[in-house]
């Protein structure tokens, strides 16, 4: 027996765990409580158009770890009806897909009633994907779909109801929507890239997606806006400045409100809108913070210091010739 490879996925304990672990997960998802479980052919299955632009990332993984462990939690198709040859698959298209990679000819499934009904085959959809990791493509998806189905329905798909079928608030649903519609590219690869959060990009949507591109572009290339692991970080107040920068055309001035030239250009030199303004005073922020930090024997070399800066004020002072 010594050396010999046991294939895990004929293991008798494998199957009871795996027998076990599909019944735990059948009396955890509420209307999958009563239903059948059984093993399927993968042919026999066709996708859901509620699935058509969710992200498939997890194929391989999913397939490496059927191999590890012989588990598959089963998916959710609806039983075969009117003369159906075929399952309507609910949940699982990435599982699927890992089991048809491996070669496997069959799939555990929960099979459930049909129904011809688009908002509760949406709800089907929805509640068999409660415990997928979600990210904002996962959320544009729902909301898309959840509209279409509504609309199908011949409801109007406003937004309490879309945001009722999606289980998020009406404003998650608007954020998720302004994304989707009015960033810019650029801003959503930031998001993307976790270099930004969503609630930031989303107000930079205020802008025009012109603007939007140049902020993206500043924000990479300013090291000042960058912590040590190359993630923008700024503040609330420093992101609102740049805003007001890169508003530009995007203002909509009255006639008789219209500044004349010369403001117009103060307005644009002015050192308080200026990206240089922004450096120098996050830079100030930073040596105050590492100032009230210092401990008390540090004193003398902070009073020091302040002296030293108040000379060079002082000496710029008189060579600018500024009051």
Not at 7 to 35: C, D, P, V, W, Y
Not at 84 to 101: N, P, W
Not at 140 to 152: G, M, R, S, V, Y
Request: charged letters at 30%; aromatic letters at 6%.
């Amino acid at each position: 027996m010594a050396g010999k490879k046991i294939n895990i996925t004929e293991s008798a304990f494998m199957k009871k765990a795996s027998m076990r672990a599909q019944k735990e997960h059948a009396e955890a998802t509420g209307f999958l409580k009563n239903n059948t479980i059984a093993d399927i052919n993968v042919n026999d299955v066709k996708p859901s158009p509620y699935n058509q632009d969710m992200p498939m990332n997890d194929v391989e993984r999913y397939a490496r770890e059927i191999k590890e462990t012989g588990y598959i939690e089963p998916i959710v198709v609806y039983k075969k009806h009117d003369g159906e040859t075929t399952y309507d698959l609910v949940s699982g298209h990435q599982r699927l897909a890992a089991v048809k990679l491996n070669g496997q000819s069959t799939i555990p499934a929960h099979l459930i009633d049909y129904t011809d009904d688009p908002v509760e085959q949406f709800k089907h959809h929805h509640l068999a994907n409660e415990s997928r990791e979600k990210d904002v493509f996962y959320y544009l998806n729902e909301i898309k779909q959840a509209e279409t189905a509504l609309t199908n329905k011949g409801l109007e798909p406003e937004i309490g109801k879309v945001a009722e079928l999606c289980s998020i608030d009406r404003r998650t649903v608007w954020m998720y929507k302004t994304y989707d519609t009015k960033v810019s590219p650029s801003m959503k690869e930031l998001h993307i890239q976790q270099l930004l959060g969503l609630s930031t990009v989303i107000k930079a949507a205020s802008l025009p997606i012109e603007s939007q591109e140049a902020l993206a572009e500043f924000l990479k290339t300013n090291p000042e806006y960058q912590d040590e692991d190359g993630k923008i970080t700024i503040s609330r107040n420093d992101f609102g400045e740049l805003l007001k920068m890169f508003k530009g055309g995007d203002l909509t001035i009255k006639s008789e409100d219209k500044p004349s030239e010369e403001d117009a250009s103060e307005k644009q030199t002015s050192p308080k809108t200026s990206p240089f303004h922004l450096k120098m005073r996050r830079s100030a922020k930073s040596y105050l913070s590492k100032l009230m930090e210092a401990t008390e024997n540090d004193r003398d070399v902070i009073i020091e210091q302040v002296e030293t800066l108040e000379k060079t004020i002082r000496e710029l002072k008189e060579k600018f010739h500024i009051d």
